[in-house]
């Protein structure tokens, strides 16, 4: 596709319930990066995959936050036993290369709401 | 602690005028600074990006200026229209790693 995109756009779903969110990003670009962009915040650094490994996941909150890249393309974000406070904006980037001089291509997000 | 900080946290302009929005950041070792402009419900889009050695850098209506000894950057915008409505991003990378640490961003609003 021309852009990175993300699915499902909106995500509501129960406490306690597991979660899967799906980032495709451009065709080509090996690095991807995950993010957390609450109401009137920045977007807040998740996870960093180069090709199909995790090359820093220092920003997952906790142990209920697991991202994988299997084949270095498709991404999928996955939350277990979600909580109220993970409701928020969820975005995915992908760039060229994993120098942090690349410019990041950022998807649409996807809005996930904990009830 | 690295840091970034944009001020002010909104800002509305009425169209046709310039705007100045500021970020101070502490992260180092300093790598590059981004400046984004996220729309409402989209993805950030980046206007620019400086390295150290860069002290401004336009993006047509957008000029960007880096001071990296006072760890200061600035995003101009001229003759504002309608579209640049919008939250500005600062993004400021470190030397060691591929971390970005964000500001919370400057929402601006032009009027007509």
């Known amino acids: 596709g021309a852009g990175v995109s993300q699915t499902p756009s909106n995500k509501v779903t129960e406490k306690g319930k597991y979660v899967e969110l799906r980032c495709d990003p451009i065709s080509g670009h090996t690095a991807l990066y995950w993010y957390r962009q609450s109401l009137g915040q920045g977007p807040e650094f998740l996870i960093y995959?180069?090709?199909?490994?995790?090359?820093?996941d220092s920003g997952l909150p906790n142990d209920r936050f697991f991202a994988v890249r299997p084949e270095g393309s498709v991404s999928t974000l996955k939350i277990q036993r979600t909580e109220r406070g993970d409701s928020a904006v969820y975005l995915c980037?992908?760039?060229?290369?994993?120098?942090?001089?690349?410019?990041?291509?950022f998807g649409p997000g996807t809005r996930l709401t904990v009830l | 602690k690295n840091q970034v900080e944009q001020s002010p946290q909104s800002l509305i302009i009425l169209e046709g005028k310039n705007c100045t929005l500021q970020c101070n950041y502490t992260v180092s070792p300093f790598s590059n600074l981004r400046w984004y402009k996220q729309d409402t419900g989209r993805g950030p889009v980046s206007l620019t990006i400086m390295t150290f050695s860069e002290n401004t850098k336009s993006n047509g209506r957008y000029t960007a200026t880096l001071d990296a000894d006072t760890k200061q950057s600035s995003l101009h915008i001229t003759a504002s229209q309608l579209s640049d409505s919008a939250s500005y991003i600062c993004v400021v990378s470190a030397r060691n790693g591929n971390q970005f640490y964000f500001g919370t961003g400057t929402s601006l609003t032009v009027i007509p």
């Open positions: 995959f180069q090709g199909t490994g995790a090359a820093d």
């Open positions: 980037a992908s760039s060229f290369g994993g120098r942090n001089t690349d410019t990041q291509y």
